[in-house]
């Protein structure tokens, strides 16, 4: 009987660490959505809370955050910053051929102009954030990504207010796998941030097509030769 106590009471400690450590990241892959059109909506729109459950959107420009409150659905902004989820391609010039990249659902965030009741303020930065419990054990975050950028397009990620230093792992003909280091965040709870900066002045929208986010108990691995040259050709390909 004591035997069995001495057992029983390492796994209820364990549990209970496990339940106050702080909720998990959740609907990293975005398979989660479920997708509620809005009434009266002239935009394709669906309830942001329901399509990213667990994410948050801001929409901020020189302080300022405004924009439209919902997500669109297979479709996107004209000219102005939000989120959108997809489940199919978008033949779209502007967005170079992005696509589901993987499951069922596929993120984009769009910055560009933000807006209060119809009127126009600021280029606008879009930004899709979470904040959760990083698993013990964690090492890297890795990500798959497809940028619809010009030449002023950039991606910033930070973890607990860091920026992260992003590598890239693979290249894919709809998509790049990325990793950053995180293992100093591992066993923490810290919020997640996607950002995609407006240029400023305005001139064009960027679009980031985002899914499959991991925190994985593996390194980052090294870059390969052939990594490096295909990421020079895609960084050579986005200049042009």
Known sequence: MKLRGLIWFPAVFLSFLRGASGQGFINLDFESATLVPVPGDNYNGVYF?????????????????????NALYDSTFLDSAGISII?????????????????????????????INGIIIVPADITLSQTGFVPVGTRSLQFKAYEGFDSHGTLEVTLGGQALSLRTITNAPNYTLYGADVSGWAGQTAELA??????????????????????????????SIFALFASGLLLFRKAC
């Open 49 to 69: 809370a329901q399509a990213f459950p667990g994410w948050t959107k801001t929409v901020l420009g020189l302080g300022i955050e405004a924009g439209y409150p």
């Open 87 to 115: 489940d199919r391609p978008l033949y779209c010039p502007c967005l170079q051929g992005g696509s589901v990249i993987q499951g069922n659902y596929t993120a984009i965030l769009q910055s560009g102009l933000g807006y």
């Open 194 to 223: 996607f950002t995609v900066p407006a240029e400023k002045p305005h001139i064009n929208d960027e679009y980031l097509y985002l899914d499959a986010i991991q925190f994985s108990p593996q390194s980052v691995p090294e870059p």
